[in-house]
């Protein structure tokens, strides 16, 4: 038996005569930049989430990005958020001329330690920027709290979590703004780079809007200079078809997660945590185990795939070398760093597989 950590071609086989005709309704339109779906897709994202505006670019770092200049962060600022995830949460401010400031994780949930944001706020701070991380909420309240008493502005990283829910409430409507990656191993992810930007305020939506399509008010006038950061119409005709689909994948996710948990558990391997508040959508199934590297090594040698995300956090990365962080700064980063293992988690996935790879976990464990 092979299992990869994600199987693209297995979802693609369910949906490949909805994905084909869309594919081509777009090209025989030839309306390749800004056509109807990428309208479409947004109004039916922004409904999905329950957002009132939901504006789609080019990948999640390009939702980072104009979030974030749209809310107003610049050179000078300071925005708070983890080490613990993929480097465009951290370039996105960077990009900005911004510097980002890492607090540590919470090791149960892999998520912002909401008890140590307040002693890194500073006069530069301008905004937080928690990530969803593996497809689990950060616990958004008391980062709100915080931000309404030091009037800072709050965008969610929510790249992997398409649909999980903080008290009942999606993902991505919690901050100023929110931002969905749909790279291709994603909840809901495009067939190749997309992104989007969800918010409720009027003036942080025209502005994405204005910037990801370089500043247009017609076709030439601009009234700035903007970027092009603009989502594709043929990823955005997947994305529509793919999207109907999405709460059942989810759905599917969490069943394969409650198994996984059912056969580990008792073992000492470490299952993921969901605390009460939360309703994570698995994007990523993360045990934690000791002599990692020597079981995913086993595991691949029963042709069982999976991933570290991720084995070098942001603060140690040598992009960051210029931030002056030093090992033990994030302790519990820099552990978690060290033991988490990515399982294989994708929906098509069948209970027997997950039998034996939680089989083989055991034995190795
Ligand atoms: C947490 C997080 N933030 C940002 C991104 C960037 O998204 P993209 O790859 O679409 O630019 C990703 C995805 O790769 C991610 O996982």
Not at 96 to 103: D, L, S, Y
Not at 266 to 274: A, D, K, M, S, Y
Not at 300 to 322: C, F, M, N, W
Not at 335 to 342: D, F, G, M, Y
């Amino acid at each position: 038996m092979t299992i990869p950590l994600v199987d693209l071609k297995a979802q693609y086989k369910t949906i490949k005569e909805e994905v084909d005709e869309a594919i081509q309704r777009v090209i025989d339109s030839s309306s390749f930049i800004m056509g109807e779906d990428v309208r479409l897709f947004e109004q039916e994202f922004a409904q999905y989430i329950g957002a009132k505006h939901a504006v789609g670019v080019g990948s999640g770092t390009d939702a980072l990005h104009l979030a974030l200049l749209a809310v107003g962060v610049g050179p000078g600022d300071e925005v708070i958020t983890v080490s613990h995830t993929f480097i465009a949460t951290g370039g996105a401010v960077t990009q900005c001329g911004a510097k980002p400031v890492f607090v540590d994780i919470d090791p149960r949930t892999y998520n912002i330690d909401v008890t140590k944001v307040e002693r890194a706020i500073t006069s530069r701070t301008k905004a937080l920027l928690p990530v969803h991380l593996y497809g689990q909420p950060a616990d958004m309240d008391p980062l709100l709290d915080l931000a309404e008493r030091h009037h800072l502005q709050v965008i969610e990283d929510a790249a992997q979590a398409h649909g999980a829910e903080y008290k009942g409430q999606k993902t991505g409507t919690f901050g100023k703004a929110a931002c969905f990656s749909f790279y291709p191993a994603k909840n809901l992810g495009a067939y190749g780079d997309a992104g989007m930007v969800v918010t409720n305020d009027d003036q942080v939506a025209q502005k994405v809007r204005l910037w990801r399509d370089h500043g247009r008010e017609s076709k030439y006038v601009h009234l700035a200079e903007g970027f092009g950061k603009r989502l594709d119409t043929i990823q955005a005709a997947v994305l529509r078809v793919k999207l109907r689909r999405l709460p059942a994948w989810n759905a599917q996710r969490r069943r394969n997660a409650l198994l996984y948990t059912q056969l580990l558990g008792g073992t000492g391997v470490v299952c993921p945590c969901e605390p009460e508040y939360a309703r994570s959508v698995y994007h990523q199934y993360v045990i934690r185990v000791r002599e990692r590297e020597r079981i995913q090594a086993r595991l691949k040698e029963d042709g069982i795939s999976t991933g570290v995300h991720y084995p070098l956090p942001l603060h140690l990365q040598p992009a960051y070398a210029r931030l002056g962080y030093q090992p033990g700064d994030l302790p519990a980063t820099e552990k978690a760093a060290e033991e988490v293992l990515s399982l294989p988690i994708y929906p098509e996935l069948t209970p027997e597989q997950i039998e034996f790879i939680a089989s083989r976990v055991k034995a190795y464990s």
